[in-house]
């Protein structure tokens, strides 16, 4: 697909993401909905509206876009941001079976269990994944 | 023990070290050849600066398709251009 077209696609689905959190504010602010909700209506609302404006300032502008697409699809980027993942990835899983082991100990066990959980959620997440990627490779 | 495991994992993640695959090339040269600049390989290539400077210093092993480009691209083989010496790796 071509890339500006990838690019106005995505406008798109970050209009929707401001309109979601615009929903958000309008439906809290009427009462409908709780406190919680304001501070996502927030959050998709600026960062929906962000890349809105950055994805037609670099639309607007072809040098920009020709720029925008080779950083895009740079091999050495993407392995770059594969790495970055699998790192954190990494660290994620030590830091959160020790914030387990941690909260154990300060006798908080239900909140280590919401973590514990968690973790086993993200494994399982990730052994799907391995399987479907080693599956499509 | 706990660690070592922790530090050897980032090590992998990151490929320190000895386990780093650097490959030499001849693309510095070649490109001095044809009086390019990094910047205007990286764009006849559809890369980054970046990972041409990588390529260059044999930080950054290109892959298949983009050695492939680089090959057609001076008009010579891909062996011609990456030396693969066995003994290092």
Do not use: W
């Amino acid at each position: 697909m071509d890339f500006k077209k990838k690019m106005k696609i995505n406008m798109i689905y970050y209009a929707a993401i401001v309109a979601l959190g615009a929903a958000f504010i309008v439906l809290r602010i009427l009462g409908y909905m709780p406190d919680i909700f304001m501070s996502f209506g927030c959050a998709y609302a600026a960062a929906g509206l962000a890349l809105l404006i950055k994805n037609g300032i670099i639309i607007s502008n072809p040098e920009k876009l020709k720029k925008f697409e080779i950083e895009s699809k740079d091999e050495r980027n993407k392995m770059i941001n594969g790495k970055a993942v699998g790192l954190a990835f990494n660290i994620f899983i030590y830091a959160a079976a020790v914030a387990i082991m941690a909260l154990e100990l300060v006798g908080m066990s239900e909140a280590g269990l919401t973590v514990a959980l968690c973790l086993c959620g993200f494994v399982l997440i990730y052994v799907v994944c391995y399987y479907i990627l080693r599956a499509r490779s | 023990m706990e660690y070592r495991v922790i530090i050897e994992n980032v090590k992998h993640v990151l490929h320190f070290g000895k386990e780093a695959a650097e490959l030499k090339n001849r693309i510095r040269e070649l490109r001095r050849a044809r009086g390019l600049t990094q910047d205007e390989l990286a764009g006849a290539l559809s890369v980054t600066r970046q990972t041409v400077i990588a390529i260059e210093k044999g930080t950054y092993c290109a892959s298949l398709p983009l050695a492939h480009r680089i090959a057609v691209f001076f008009g010579e083989s891909i062996e011609s251009i990456f030396i693969f010496d066995e003994e290092e790796q």
